[in-house]
């Protein structure tokens, strides 16, 4: 009997905090402004801006990324220049950059930084570096060689700069294919994220961005030689939250979400997530691990109901049907709510296929995440 209490009692508790973390979120979401008003485009000194964007075997994607920039509204009458550094592409990303004929762009790689003897690991984070100490401008736009910007990101850029002086901005990243079910779970999972994303910087937290859409004032960030391959947003925005003064932003605004590519197979997509789960491990901030553990824990309690219906029969069905009720309904309002603000609306049968895989991956990745140590990305084996 004393079982099978502590068994209802651990549920209760693990669902509690659960919904909780989901209301906690959703409002401080609702706090952050949105700056929807460019007026003040016309007003005020336009900021100048060094795009810098690291790539690697980005030919498919290379000439859409760079053509959004130059096209993008406003971008005639600001001050920018725009660095792309190779990490040792072994496709044609660099022959098709030249081919542009881009004034503004200036192509560097990273080859002529390091030595080839050199044994590193975060070969993005030193690209970052030396980028940045080639970029003149007053803020840095930090992009993936993958994303495209919408027409207006400038222009809402200037607005929200000229009206806080923000120091960081953490945009938002959403993805541009979203017809099957892998790529639909990305696309709710990256919505779940964005919500996360900023309701942790409103709140102050915890402090997580994207790197494929972060905006800093150069003075402010450097990059280390950390040997953790990935984590360079982590870590930005972090450092710089440890001084109290510094003006943090998450931007809600549907002109500022960047789009890339899905993952279109399961491989792919395990190795990337792995990628992102082995940087946010090692975070020292007790808020931020409380916010992973609580999902990875309600997940699994949902997952373990089944097999506990051999020892508790039908008190576990039962909690299992509940525990499946009370998410389902959770999960949907969350993502709607989101959704709704990032101006992305999804059909009902991509949001019940994405639930049932949901918390199989946040199980499966949570785990693994402590257990492996390498993986592949881009070609390349990472430790």
């Known amino acids: ?52 964007i690291p790539v690697r075997n980005e030919e498919e994607n290379i000439t859409s990324c760079l053509n959004s920039i ?17 990490d040792y592409s072994e496709d044609e990303t660099v022959s098709l950059i030249k081919s542009m004929c881009l004034e503004k762009v200036k192509l560097i790689h990273l080859k002529d930084y390091i030595q080839t003897k050199d044994r590193i690991n975060a070969y993005k984070k030193v690209a970052l570096k030396h980028a940045l100490a080639e970029a003149q401008n007053e803020y840095i736009i930090q992009l993936d060689g993958d994303v495209v910007i919408p027409s207006s990101y400038l222009e809402t850029l200037f607005t929200v700069i000229n009206n806080t002086d923000a120091d960081f901005i953490a945009g938002p990243v959403l993805f541009n294919n979203s017809d099957t079910i892998i790529t639909s779970f990305q696309q709710l999972d990256f919505i779940g994220m964005m919500g996360v994303t900023g309701a942790g910087i409103q709140s102050r937290s915890w402090y997580m961005a994207n790197g494929a859409n972060m905006i800093y004032k150069k003075e402010l960030v450097q990059f280390n030689d950390s040997k953790q391959a990935s984590g360079d947003d982590i870590y930005t925005i972090n450092k710089l939250s440890e001084n109290k003064n510094t003006k943090i932003l998450f931007l809600k605004n549907p002109n500022i979400i960047v789009h890339t590519k899905a993952q279109t197979n399961i491989r792919d997509l395990y190795q990337q997530r792995i990628r992102w789960a082995t940087k946010n491990k090692n975070t020292s901030s007790l808020k931020m691990l409380m916010m992973m553990i609580v999902p990875f824990v309600n997940a699994f309690f949902l997952l373990i109901h089944i097999p506990l219906t051999w020892f508790f029969s039908s008190t576990a069905l039962s909690l299992f049907f509940l525990h499946l009720f009370i998410k389902i309904t959770v999960d949907l309002i969350y993502l709607s709510e989101i959704g709704n603000d990032l101006k992305y609306s999804f059909k009902i049968r991509d949001f019940l296929s994405s639930f049932i895989l949901h918390p199989l991956y946040l199980v499966i990745i949570g785990s693994l995440s402590l257990l492996i140590k390498n993986y592949i990305w881009k070609g390349r084996t990472v430790n």
């Open 1 to 52: 009997m004393s079982i099978l209490l502590l068994y209802l009692a651990t549920t209760s508790i693990i669902i509690c905090l659960y919904v909780f973390l989901v209301i906690f979120i959703l409002e401080k979401w609702k706090a952050i402004p949105s700056y929807v008003d460019t007026s003040v485009v016309g007003s005020k000194k336009l900021p100048s801006f060094s795009f810098i």
């Open 70 to 86: 130059i096209k993008n509204k406003n971008i005639a009458r600001v001050e920018f220049e725009i660095i792309v550094i190779d």
